[in-house]
């Protein structure tokens, strides 16, 4: 039943499970047994439907680095990997500076150009298995 119809949030597994079996299960129980089946569980906030924000909410894989992580990541790499800074002022000028480079910089920008670049894979509606 799962996994032809895999439901969208941990609430409907709940119900699902609920109805099959006659027991309620907590939300952590639910995302253990989800697990357990080879699925992927992930908490995701709400979006209202009702906001015109001009939002558009692009779900991630949970293991894929989103790009400000990609951006510290590189950031880190150039400036502080084998570094040593003697003071904590010393430490935040490089993160700064750091990131000052990274707008003006034309071979860290040609760099970040490929790092940053977003190369997910988007699905329209849930894959049927």
């Known amino acids: 039943m799962f996994g032809q119809h895999p439901p969208h949030n941990s609430n409907e597994a709940a119900e699902r499970i ?3 079996t006659g027991i309620r299960l907590s939300p952590g129980r639910v995302r253990k047994f989800l697990h357990r089946l080879g ?19 692009v779900l991630l894989p949970p293991y894929s680095l989103n790009l400000i992580e990609r951006l510290w990541k590189f ?24 990131m000052y480079r990274v707008n003006t910089d034309s071979m860290w920008k040609a760099e970040l150009k490929t790092l940053l670049a977003p190369k997910f894979q988007l ?6 298995c």
């Open 123 to 128: 699905f329209e509606a849930p894959v049927a």
């Open 18 to 20: 609920e109805e099959l």
């Open 39 to 57: 699925m992927a569980v992930r908490k995701t906030g709400h979006v209202p439907a009702k906001a015109k924000l001009g939002i558009h909410l």
């Open 75 to 98: 950031v880190k790499k150039k400036v502080l990997y084998a570094q040593y800074y003697s003071t904590v002022e010393k430490f935040h000028h490089a993160v700064r500076n750091g």
